[in-house]
């Protein structure tokens, strides 16, 4: 099991924002800034090329305030910017396959069954992303959520890190934790924020009292 983790871990997505490169840059920043935080480049609209051009500009930011930059699926971007891992959607790649490649990479899987959970581990992630825990409009296409209860359940099942996901609030982050969650990860609640340094604060605040 990976040590020492960050327990929050922000989602990217700038495809709502009006000048998207430069608003990404300047929301990474005020978050590690402000915490430890694995941060997910998950631009998948972002030819290869311009990904890497934006994974390089983010690479050292991330590194130098002691969070973790991963790149979504595409491991050779994440080796290519200096990235701190890769992070697998539940049917990519195996984790094995990818470290056989990339053996100094983090690895991370979505997963969204016990199944998939206790496949993630065997086939050697470092942690996993669970969900959608609550609603959340951007996964409501794909069914109601998981719950609490099936969170404590992957929890229970598996010896790794799991962040929870999906409709994640500063209130709600207890209940997750509560449930065996290592941390939690969220996009809207980041990637929406008016005040993105007032989020990051009280999710700080909630961790440090549970």
């Known amino acids: 099991m990976v040590k020492d983790l960050p327990r929050l871990f922000m989602v990217t997505r700038s495809r709502g924002f009006s000048s998207p490169r430069t608003q990404l840059l300047n929301l990474v920043r005020t978050v590690v800034t402000q915490s430890d935080v694995i941060i997910q480049l998950r631009e998948k609209h972002l030819a290869p ?3 890497l051009e934006l994974a390089l500009e983010l690479s050292e930011t991330v590194r130098q305030n002691g969070s973790i930059l991963t790149i ?3 491991f050779d971007i994440a080796l290519a910017a200096g990235a701190g891992g890769v992070h697998l959607p539940e049917n990519a790649c195996p984790a094995d396959a990818v470290r056989a490649s990339c053996p100094g990479l983090l690895i991370g899987q979505s ?4 199944d998939a959970a ?3 581990e065997r086939e050697g992630a470092d942690y996993l992303l669970f969900g959608p825990v609550f609603e959340t409009p951007l996964k409501k296409r794909y069914g109601p959520p998981q719950g609490l209860d099936r969170l404590e ?3 229970r099942l598996t010896g790794l890190p799991v962040f929870a996901i999906g409709g994640i609030t500063p209130a709600s982050l207890r209940a997750c934790l509560d449930r065996g969650a290592y941390g939690i990860a969220a996009m809207s609640l980041f990637c929406d924020a008016l005040e993105p340094e007032k989020i990051v604060e009280q999710l700080v605040t ?3 009292h549970s």
């Open 111 to 114: 997963v969204h069954s016990s």
């Open 49 to 51: 090329p311009a990904a």
């Open 72 to 74: 979504n699926e595409r």
């Open 153 to 155: 359940e992957v929890c």
């Open 206 to 208: 909630a961790l440090e």
């Open 118 to 120: 206790m496949r993630a």
